[in-house]
Nanobody
Framework: VQLQASGGGLVQAGGSLRLSCAASGRTFSSYAMGWFRQAPGKEREFVAVISWSGDSTYYADSVKGRFTTSRDNAKNTLYLQMNSLKREDTAVYYC????????????????WGQGTEVTVSS
């Protein structure tokens, strides 16, 4: 599976962005998909995960209630809707795929997109 993240950009605090992650291949629907982010000088951290069917989602406490992940298996696309953005959301955002049950553990993800940069200004 090849993943291509897009949709990042510069946004003011309180604004919204929607990230997309386009997947190649016919097996997208067999993977749980996650979002991670890495701020400058920090380690990559978990943001959100969605099950292969889209029925189950889980979020980091820092984004719960503000971010929503979804997927369209017919379009091989994963989404991350980000609302009420804060300066601390500034980071490069990555999508990733994992087999089996969804997980928050970075090392369980086997395919990664190239990342899309989100900058939130005050």
């Amino acid at each position: 599976v090849q993943l291509q993240a897009s949709g990042g950009g510069l946004v003011q605090a309180g604004g919204s962005l929607r990230l997309s992650c386009a997947a190649s291949g016919r097996t997208f629907s067999s993977y749980a998909m996650g979002w991670f982010r890495q701020a400058p000088g920090k380690e990559r951290e978990f943001v959100a995960v969605i099950s292969w069917s889209g029925d189950s989602t889980y979020y980091a406490d820092s984004v719960k209630g503000r971010f929503t992940t979804s997927r369209d298996n017919a379009k091989n696309t994963l989404y991350l809707q980000m609302n009420s953005l804060k300066r601390e959301d500034t980071a490069v955002y990555y999508c990733a795929a994992t087999r089996g049950l969804w997980t928050m553990k970075l090392s369980d993800y086997i395919y990664w997109g190239q990342g899309t940069e989100v900058t939130v200004s005050s």
